[in-house]
């Protein structure tokens, strides 16, 4: 039976990781920041450390007697600067390493495929370069994922990295939710012509991936791209999303270029005034939308095991089931007098 760490299991991706190690049988810790609220952890009989990736010293603890490491822990979908990206994503993921090298334990590296770049015009392999896109969290990710090939190389570190496709899935409030809220407030747009793929993946097909690669010793030493290589087109997921939340589909065409540019300006603005709130637009949600992304996954197919359980539109009918039933707990959360609107 393997002790394993999860760090960031109290995040979307971990909700659904930790219930399938502890179905396998394994024991699982995880490590948390210190004010997150992990009650539903405690329920299920998860060890709970409170630690902080940027703070080697709260690594040793929860690192003891562990076999596993799963590395969820990221900064993402918010406003903040290069900096404060670069301590989590980076610097963060380098005192990891070396934790579990001190621990002689095996890790598991999530990654992302925006460290490919976007766009590119084929369908990308896991030995493309890594060409990021200039905003922070591509550019960090992409550092994260060559500090720990560096360490594979260097280090003889044991560690498998895992870049996923953008996942969505029941408790998303990033992709998922954010792309409803848009199509229900009617903001939502169709970035160019809309026939281009979006590389989405369902949540429980990237667990089913890392499940597949926790335990395989061939995996030692490499990468894999764990995605769904049937992908929607823009069009047809915010169709679909549409559809299932009972919101009207986008009409509204703009020009990849225009956008681009007003993301870029927009951020500009954002950091020139030191804002604090995100962008209107960002030059990430405009590119993952707007270019057209498919990742081959041969290599996890051939090596791991690994084959796609949860067709997209079935997804899409899941995550928006998930919607809906948020949507109903807030609202009977809200004091009567103010679900009349008084």
Not at 203 to 218: F, I, P, Q, R
Request: with cysteine; net charge positive.
């Amino acid at each position: 039976m393997s002790e394993i760490l999860v760090i960031g299991g109290n995040g979307f991706v971990g909700r659904h990781l930790v219930p399938a190690l502890q179905d396998r049988g394994n024991n699982v810790r995880v490590l948390a920041l210190p004010a997150e609220d992990t009650s539903w952890l405690e329920e299920r009989g998860v060890v709970i450390h409170r630690g902080d990736i940027r703070e080697p010293g709260t690594l040793v603890t929860p690192m003891r007697g562990v076999d596993r490491v799963v590395h969820l822990a990221g900064m993402m979908g918010v406003w903040r600067p290069m900096e404060e990206y670069h301590a989590v994503n980076v610097a963060g993921t380098e005192n990891v390493c070396r934790a579990v090298l001190t621990a002689k334990a095996r890790l598991l590296h999530i990654s992302s495929w925006t460290v490919y770049g976007m766009g590119l015009g084929k369908p990308v392999r896991e030995d493309f370069a890594l060409r990021p896109l200039p905003e922070p969290y591509a550019i960090t990710k992409a550092a994260g994922d060559k500090a720990v090939q560096r360490m594979i190389a260097e280090d003889h570190l044991p560690a498998v990295i895992i870049r996923p496709g953008t996942i969505f899935g029941p408790g998303d409030q990033l992709n998922f939710g954010r792309t409803v809220d848009r199509l229900r407030s009617s903001r939502s747009i169709i970035v160019g012509r809309g026939n281009n793929a979006v590389p989405f993946v369902y949540v429980t097909d990237v667990v089913h991936g890392l499940l597949l690669a926790l335990e395989n010793d061939d995996a030692v030493g490499q990468a894999y791209n764990i995605a769904n290589d049937h992908p929607l087109t823009q069009q047809q997921l915010l169709n679909a999303i549409a559809l299932e939340t009972g919101s009207s589909p986008p009409r509204r065409h703009v020009p990849y270029h225009v956008l681009y540019a007003a993301a870029y300006a927009a951020e500009r603005v954002a950091m020139l005034t030191r804002s604090q709130r995100d962008p209107l637009v960002t030059r990430h949600g405009v590119a993952l939308f707007g270019t057209d992304n498919r990742h081959v996954i041969d290599k996890a197919r051939h090596e791991l095991g690994y084959t796609p359980q949860v067709e997209l539109h079935e997804g899409v009918r899941l995550a928006a089931a998930w919607y809906r039933r948020r949507d109903r707990d807030d609202s009977a959360r809200l004091p009567a007098i103010a679900r009349k609107g008084a």
